[in-house]
């Protein structure tokens, strides 16, 4: 029997086992789109702001200011642990994708 199975069971939270992925710190502000916190939308538009060095996450469709909300790094990669693969994304950098199963294209702003 296994041991480690035990301790380390099921019932761990997998987030745990996950690598957070990005060279920010977990604690900075990054702004995501209402529709994704609250409408559970995927994320589909990525910035990395080359002025100030911020996190944009939104869900491609429009958005007012009002969308906005500002939460840490680490609660964007809690919530879609997908965003790991363009946790490197340069300041000045876009990446887009047109559904979740896509993969990202990246680009210069
Ligand atoms: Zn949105």
Redesign the pocket.
């Known amino acids: 029997m296994c041991l480690l199975g035990k301790v380390f069971g099921k019932d761990n939270d997998k987030s745990l086992n996950l690598k957070y992925p990005f060279i920010d710190a977990k604690n900075i502000a990054a702004i995501i789109?209402?529709?994704?916190i609250k409408?559970n939308?995927p994320i589909l538009y990525v910035s990395h702001d080359a002025d100030d060095g911020m996190w944009q996450f939104?869900?491609?469709?429009s958005?007012e200011e009002k969308?906005a909300m500002v939460v840490s790094l680490h609660k964007v990669y809690l919530h879609d642990t997908s965003v790991s693969s363009i946790a490197t994304l340069p300041l000045g950098g876009v990446a887009e994708r047109k559904d979740i199963n896509s993969t990202w294209q990246i680009y210069r702003k």
Do not use: E, R, S, Y
């Open positions: 789109c209402c529709h994704v409408d939308k939104l869900c491609g469709g958005h969308d």
